[in-house]
């Protein structure tokens, strides 16, 4: 059964058309990504599958629930089963790492105190970054950054999580870590994931099926093997970072 | 000119809207559900606390100045005892919540709006929402309610020491007599006119607060968007606070008083 359904998705900002009839799937427990050029729309996509945009035109189905239909408080409950990491990890910057990640936890006031504390270090040795509870994120690269909002997103145990560019603006080790630190994430706790991302060692490496989304639209959808291996010529270039050579021209 | 007339109209009628939706969804957060108490201690004391030493110096000099300006007209008719009677009500029900509001909105509203713009383009906002967290319960109610206990009890400060720093210009330096001074405050002064101050700044309270949250919720993207938010927040709050002093100085005098 698809745990996201995205049907006819159109979203315009002034005069540009931005999404232009999207539609796709994504099964429950497979590792998705959404490439696309800068600027294409991809985060604006993303977003609109947690409910953080809603569409012009068109329906975003997550688990049977439509989110077009809902408010932002009935959309609440639904982002109970999403984790999302941002492009620029978006950490609350007056708070610590701790409460950063054990943020929901402490306004649901569920758990006692030393136990939030147990999941706010477990999660943390998760991601690495064992020890660094009482640091600020001003005090932190941005590698490790990416690595607390990533456990911020886990710590509640969500069934699907979306990463807005998790590599962009880090430098290649780094990136590495963090493509490792997903695909394991995907592994043991069988998560659903979506990565929206033009790295295409990261869609090599941490996801099972790619979505090309050029001009509004998905152009080309399949494994990453097959995308390497595209000779469209679109695909083509983009997977092997080639400028068109009427851009270059101009 | 067509478009640009259109959209000249349908931009303020726009952020009017959306000032009314966020106005309803405070209401909708407040009754139901309560805030967390640290949230509101925390608000309560950088709007109210901190900014004592403001409002404290506000108070005085407006309350000295009055004093100066009415003793130098009503010595002119013999009247120089009935002076802290007047500053007693225009601080009461005019000068002190008017002024005490225009302090605080200029020092936490536009600390409110440059805090939640930053939030806003640094997609902070967009994370509490994917943390099941609504903005409006975390963020805005927290501050509007601290915002709306502190105002009253930041005016009644600025009223008190107002009075004190004009009994103090009025007695020591223009040489008012003590006792008929103090008699005639406390004769003229009405209980309504300190009840209309406070009702007052209870309202400017929850105008400060609403409007600075707005507009730092929807400021628009980068340092700009940021810098022009807090500048805005701090313009209509004021304005709007001048404004709804009229209405509301007509409304409640007529109201506590009677139409005559």
């Known amino acids: 059964m698809a745990w996201i359904e995205v049907q006819n998705l159109r979203k315009r900002f002034g005069a540009q058309a931005v999404l232009d009839g999207v539609n796709f799937r994504v099964e429950s427990g497979e590792a998705l990504a959404i490439i696309g050029r800068s600027g294409c729309g991809k985060s604006v996509l993303l977003k609109h599958l947690i409910g953080l945009l809603q569409p012009d035109t068109g329906s975003v189905q997550v688990d049977g629930e439509n989110l077009a239909r809902m408010n932002e408080r009935a959309l609440l409950q639904v982002r109970r089963k999403f984790g999302m990491l941002f492009q620029s990890a978006a950490l609350f910057d007056s708070l610590s790492v701790a409460e950063n990640v054990g943020f929901v936890l402490l306004r649901e006031r569920k758990l006692s105190p030393p136990e939030i504390a147990h999941r706010v270090a477990e999660v943390l040795e998760l991601v690495e970054l064992g020890g660094t509870e009482g640091q600020m994120p001003a005090e932190l690269s941005g590698g490790m950054k990416k690595r607390v909002g990533l456990a911020r997103a886990l710590i509640y145990r969500p069934q699907i999580v979306l990463y807005d560019e998790p590599t962009t603006g880090l430098d290649p080790v780094v990136s590495d870590s963090i493509d490792q630190l997903i695909a394991r994430v995907c592994a043991q706790l069988k998560v659903t994931s979506v990565v929206v991302t033009h790295d295409m060692r990261t869609v090599r490496r941490v996801t099972q099926r790619v979505l090309l989304l050029h001009q509004g639209r998905i152009y080309a959808s399949g494994t990453p093997v097959e995308f390497f291996a595209s000779a469209d010529p679109l695909v083509n270039r983009f997977v092997h970072g080639i400028a068109d050579p009427k851009e270059v021209a101009l | ?260």
Not at chain 2, 84 to 97: D, F, I, Q, R, T
Not at chain 2, 118 to 133: G, P, S
Not at chain 2, 155 to 176: D, Q, R, S, W
């Open chain 2, 1 to 260: 000119m067509k478009a640009e007339t259109k959209s000249w109209l349908r931009h303020p009628l726009e952020g009017l809207g959306r000032y009314a939706l966020l106005c309803m969804e405070i209401l909708r957060s407040l009754l139901g559900q309560r805030p967390r108490l640290p949230d509101l201690v925390y608000q309560l004391y950088f709007i109210g606390v901190k900014s004592q030493s403001v409002v404290l110096v506000t108070g005085a000099f407006t309350g000295m100045v009055l004093c100066a300006q009415t003793f130098f007209q009503f010595h002119k008719v013999a009247m120089d005892t009935a002076t802290l009677a007047v500053v007693s009500v225009s601080l009461g029900s005019e000068l002190g919540p008017v002024l005490t509001s225009l302090m605080v909105a200029g020092r936490v509203g536009a600390a409110m709006a440059a805090e939640l713009g930053t939030m806003r383009v640094t997609e902070q906002i967009d994370a509490l929402r994917t943390l099941a967290t609504h903005p409006v319960d975390y963020l805005v109610v927290p501050r509007v309610l601290a915002t709306v206990i502190a105002l009253p009890l930041l005016t009644a400060e600025a009223i008190c020491i107002g009075i004190l720093a004009a009994y103090v210009v009025g007695v020591f330096l223009l040489g008012i007599d003590p006792a008929y001074s103090w008699h005639n405050m406390l004769r003229y002064t009405d209980w309504r006119d300190i009840l209309i101050g406070f009702m007052k700044a209870t309202i400017f309270g929850a105008v400060v607060a609403t409007v600075s949250c707005y507009k730092g919720m929807n400021c628009r993207q980068g340092a700009e968007g940021v810098g022009r938010a807090t500048t805005e927040a701090m313009v209509y709050a004021s304005i709007t606070i001048l404004m709804s002093n009229f209405f509301l100085t007509m409304f409640l005098n007529r109201l506590f008083y009677g139409l005559d």
